[in-house]
């Protein structure tokens, strides 16, 4: 199992930014793919973006065009930067690692965004 430290998260106002970091305790070049899911009380933990070994990323529609995920290989950090950011993105952040099909999570951040 992949051990992954998470930071970043914090309080925003609408339309501000933040940056998310989730550092892996082995190369990421080992792992599969890295990414972040998001939680809200009572709500499923909703998939958010993704980036491969290949370095491909995916995002979820509800924040295409405003997060960009991103990696650091010689940190084995991956990165959420988070622009414009809107009170309907309020959650714990978790970030996750998929490798040889086994997942890993993050002990998760809270980002909280004020109108």
């Known amino acids: 199992q992949v051990h992954m430290v998470e930071s970043g998260g914090g309080l925003v106002q609408a339309g501000g930014s933040l940056r998310l970091s989730c550092a892996a305790s082995?190369?990421?070049?080992?792992?599969?793919?890295m990414g972040w899911y998001r939680q809200t009380p009572g709500k499923q933990r909703e998939w958010v973006a993704t980036?491969?070994?290949?370095?491909?990323?995916n995002y979820a529609d509800s924040v295409k065009g405003r997060f960009t995920i991103s990696r650091d290989s010689a940190k084995n950090t991956a990165y959420l930067q988070m622009n414009s950011l809107n009170p309907e993105d309020t959650a714990v952040y978790y970030c996750?690692?998929?490798?040889?099909?086994?997942?890993?999570w993050g002990q998760g951040t809270q980002v909280t965004v004020s109108s």
């Open positions: 996750y690692s998929r490798r040889v099909g086994v997942l890993s």
């Open positions: 082995v190369s990421i070049f080992e792992i599969n793919a």
């Open positions: 980036i491969t070994t290949g370095g491909s990323t």
